[in-house]
Every structure is written in C-alpha cells, then in structure tokens.
C-alpha cells in the first residue's frame, strides 16, 4: 500500500506515543467504532445465549458433564468462527477508513472477506504452536505460563495487520510476523505486557458497573452457591445482554488499534534502517582528508610570516 504511511497511527513509537496514539485515534473516531463494535457484540451474545447451559446444573456426574460438553464442541467453534471474521472487518475498517472516508462498514465487511480464510489458517497454526509454547511454559511453573501467554498474543496482535497490508499470503504473513515481532522483541513484549494489564483492569471495571443493577441475583447466588439458575437465567435478561454488549464495544475496538501500532511502529523503523543503505549521497561517505585534522587559520597565517 503506497498510502500506508499516511496512515495516523503510522510512526516510530514510543511506550507514551503508544498510549497517545491510541487514545486519540479511538476517541477520534469513538462513535463509529462504538456502534461498529455494539452490533457485532450484540450478535455474539445472543448467539451464545443460544447455547443451553441450563442443562449443566442439573448433573452431578463428572463422566455425564463431560459426555454432555461434546455437545458445545461444535457451537464453540460456530462462535470462533464468527468472532473470527468481527474481528477480520474490524482491522479492515481501522486500517482503510482512516486513509479512504468512501469505505465504509458495508464496503469493509466485503473487502475483509478474502483475508477471512488465510486469517484462519493462520489462526489454527497459532494454535498448536500456541499450545506446546504454553506446554513449555508450564515446566518453569506460573511465571513461563505468563509469559507465554504474553508471547503468544504478541504474535497474534500481527497477523492481521502484516495480512492486510503486505498482501493475502499464508507463508509471508508467517515470515513478516516473525520478523516485526521478534526485531525489537523485548519492546514488543513489555508493551504487549503493560497493554493487556491496562485492558484486563479497564474490562473488570466496565463489567463491575455493567454488573450493578443485578448485584441482586449476585448476592442469591453468593449466599446459596448451590443454586446456579439465578445466574443462568441472568445471561439471557435482554438488559443484561445489551449493557454487556456495550461493555464490550467499548472495548474492542482498542484490540485492532493496538495491533496496527505495533506492526507500524516495526515498519516505521525497518523503513528508517533500510532508507540510509539505499542513499548513493557522496556528501555521506567518508574521505581520506576527513581523517586527518584540518589546519587552524593561525596556523596558516604563521606560515605566511615565515615565509
């Protein structure tokens, strides 16, 4: 993309131009990326309450709950497909929005499409090199389990912007993954680290006070932990749906932003190294005579009276 560089997240970044840009950007463009977000949030929370969990609280039988789980294998996948391809129109919109106000959410979604499925391929990779990281995380205990963790969504955060940008292609978006990623690795990760505590925090707090009309229900069930249906029943309360779903829109669209940040920052500053070695610039090279130091004008006028 020639215009990528107009992009406004486009630039070198710090970890405060990090928090800066990301700020302004969402509230710049707040109203649509709430309403953007709600929609899709809204249809991810009725397709879950679609899902009976009702049935669980009625069995004892740990071999019979497990026997009966198989049964939410399938629509489980059903919804991470879907919040699969919210998340693929999203990162469409984020990215071209900024640079072309004629593409809309109607002509992203259709745009976003043809990166739906290498995105997905990509995805399932992630996840059994996602799992035996994780594995290995656990031999050294809590620690290893959190930084893989850490690893892995700084990997994740890259995908489908190196996809976006530098083209549909499975085997490239691996490599340029892996190459932006692991560049500046340890910046990478402290700022991956410090923005998922901040998002973690921010989620809990929105949820807390979405939570407070039903505190009601909460108290039932914390006084009678037996009884789950006040609970169950509260997910599928049309309120409870719609302040989760804004809970939620608050925050998704913050999970794109922050991704396009770091892939632009490793691109900004893979661009600043490679700009110098393609110069054919005669002033930059050095010369023989720049070795040696110039004589003073004293000097020189000394030399006049002698002579």
Not at 82 to 95: D, K, P, Q, R
């Given at each position: 993309m020639d215009q990528i560089t107009n992009h406004p997240l486009y630039r070198k970044h710090n970890i405060d131009s990090v928090m800066s840009s990301l700020w302004d950007f969402y509230k710049s463009r707040f109203l649509a990326l709430f309403l953007i977000s709600l929609v899709l949030s809204l249809i991810?929370?009725?397709?879950t309450t679609l899902i009976n969990f009702k049935e669980l609280k009625t069995i004892t039988d740990p071999l019979v709950m497990l026997e009966k789980l198989k049964d939410f294998?399938?629509?489980?996948?059903?919804?991470t497909l879907v919040s699969l391809l919210f998340s693929?129109?999203?990162h469409y919109y984020i990215l071209h929005n900024p640079l072309d106000r004629s593409c809309n959410i109607f002509i992203c979604t259709l745009k976003s499409l043809k990166y739906y499925i290498p995105y997905l391929i990509i995805m399932i990779l992630l996840a059994f090199f996602g799992s035996f990281v994780i594995a290995l995380g656990i031999l050294v205990l809590i620690i290893?389990?959190?930084f893989s963790i850490i690893y892995i969504g700084m990997i994740c955060f890259f995908i489908l912007p190196v996809m976006m940008v530098e083209g549909p292609h499975i085997g490239n978006t691996i490599v340029r993954t892996a190459s932006l990623s692991h560049r500046n690795f340890w910046t990478n990760i402290?700022?991956?680290a410090v923005f998922l505590v901040l998002y973690i925090i921010i989620s809990i707090i929105l949820s807390g006070i979405c939570l407070i009309p039903f505190a009601g229900s909460f108290m039932k069930t914390f006084m009678n932990p037996q009884d789950t249906s006040e609970i169950i029943n509260l997910t599928t309360d049309p309120i409870f749906l719609f302040l989760s779903s804004a809970v939620n829109a608050l925050t998704m669209p913050v999970l794109p932003i922050f991704g396009f940040i770091l892939y632009f920052n490793g691109r900004a500053r893979e661009e600043d190294i490679q700009i110098p070695l393609s110069g054919s610039d005669d002033n930059n090279r050095v010369r023989v005579e720049d070795l040696y130091a110039k004589p003073r004008i004293e000097d020189d006028q000394d030399i006049g009276e002698k002579v």
């Amino acid at each position: 993309m020639d215009q990528i560089t107009n992009h406004p997240l486009y630039r070198k970044h710090n970890i405060d131009s990090v928090m800066s840009s990301l700020w302004d950007f969402y509230k710049s463009r707040f109203l649509a990326l709430f309403l953007i977000s709600l929609v899709l949030s809204l249809i991810l929370q009725y397709a879950t309450t679609l899902i009976n969990f009702k049935e669980l609280k009625t069995i004892t039988d740990p071999l019979v709950m497990l026997e009966k789980l198989k049964d939410f294998i399938l629509p489980m996948i059903i919804l991470t497909l879907v919040s699969l391809l919210f998340s693929t129109i999203l990162h469409y919109y984020i990215l071209h929005n900024p640079l072309d106000r004629s593409c809309n959410i109607f002509i992203c979604t259709l745009k976003s499409l043809k990166y739906y499925i290498p995105y997905l391929i990509i995805m399932i990779l992630l996840a059994f090199f996602g799992s035996f990281v994780i594995a290995l995380g656990i031999l050294v205990l809590i620690i290893g389990v959190i930084f893989s963790i850490i690893y892995i969504g700084m990997i994740c955060f890259f995908i489908l912007p190196v996809m976006m940008v530098e083209g549909p292609h499975i085997g490239n978006t691996i490599v340029r993954t892996a190459s932006l990623s692991h560049r500046n690795f340890w910046t990478n990760i402290g700022w991956v680290a410090v923005f998922l505590v901040l998002y973690i925090i921010i989620s809990i707090i929105l949820s807390g006070i979405c939570l407070i009309p039903f505190a009601g229900s909460f108290m039932k069930t914390f006084m009678n932990p037996q009884d789950t249906s006040e609970i169950i029943n509260l997910t599928t309360d049309p309120i409870f749906l719609f302040l989760s779903s804004a809970v939620n829109a608050l925050t998704m669209p913050v999970l794109p932003i922050f991704g396009f940040i770091l892939y632009f920052n490793g691109r900004a500053r893979e661009e600043d190294i490679q700009i110098p070695l393609s110069g054919s610039d005669d002033n930059n090279r050095v010369r023989v005579e720049d070795l040696y130091a110039k004589p003073r004008i004293e000097d020189d006028q000394d030399i006049g009276e002698k002579v």
